[in-house]
C-alpha cells in the first residue's frame, strides 16, 4: 500500500504573523492563495481551535475545470499560535496527519513555512495510487500554494515599504 510522508516548505517574505493570518484565512474558506488546487470549508468550530474540521476538496485540474476531485476531512489536533497548527486527516480519501510549522527568518521579516503530510491513500484512492505519483501532484500543488502566498503577501510587504 502507498503511503506518503512529505515535506514542502517555502521562504514566505512576511512575518510569521502575516503568514498564520493567511494559513488560517484559507483554512477558513477565504480561497485566496491555495486556488486552484485545493479548497477548504470549515465546520462549526474553526480550524485554529483543537477540535476544529476542516472539509478539503482537492481539484486535480483546477477549480471548475473538469477532473477527479479529491475530498477529505482534517480535524485540528494542536495549534500554537502564529507558529504551528497540526491535523488528523480523519475522513474521506485519506489517513493520516499534516503539521503546518512556521519558523521567522531575518528577525522575523521573512518566514519559513513548511507542511509535512504523512498519510495513505483511503478507499477508491487506493487504487488509483498504485498507477497515479499521488505524492508528486501534492508537492506540485504545495509548492504552488507556498508561492502564491508569498506573491501575494510580499506584494503587500513591498506596496507597503513604497509608501513610506
Not at 478507499?123 to 500543488?141: F, N, Y
Request: glycine fraction near 10%; hydrophobic fraction near 40%.
Amino acid at each position: 500500500m502507498n503511503s506518503y510522508d512529505l515535506i514542502d516548505e517555502a521562504v514566505i517574505g512576511a512575518s510569521p504573523d502575516l503568514v498564520w493570518e493567511a494559513l488560517v484565512a484559507e483554512l477558513r474558506g477565504a480561497a485566496r492563495w491555495w486556488v486552484p488546487y485545493n479548497t477548504f470549508e470549515p465546520g462549526t468550530v474553526p480550524p485554529d481551535q483543537v477540535g476544529g474540521e476542516v472539509q478539503v476538496t482537492v481539484h486535480t485540474r483546477g477549480v471548475d475545470r473538469r477532473g477527479l476531485k479529491l475530498r477529505f476531512t482534517a480535524r485540528t489536533r494542536s495549534v500554537d499560535p502564529g507558529r504551528q497548527l497540526d491535523a488528523d486527516y480523519v475522513a474521506g480519501v485519506f489517513r493520516g496527519s499534516c503539521e503546518y510549522a512556521l519558523d521567522p527568518l531575518d528577525g522575523g521579516q521573512c518566514t519559513r513555512l513548511s507542511m509535512h503530510f504523512r498519510a495513505r491513500p483511503h478507499g477508491w484512492l487506493r487504487h488509483l495510487a498504485r498507477v497515479a505519483d499521488i505524492g508528486m501532484e501534492h508537492s506540485k500543488a504545495t509548492q504552488s500554494a507556498f508561492a502564491h502566498l508569498d506573491a501575494l503577501l510580499g506584494a503587500a510587504r513591498r506596496a507597503d515599504r513604497s509608501l513610506r
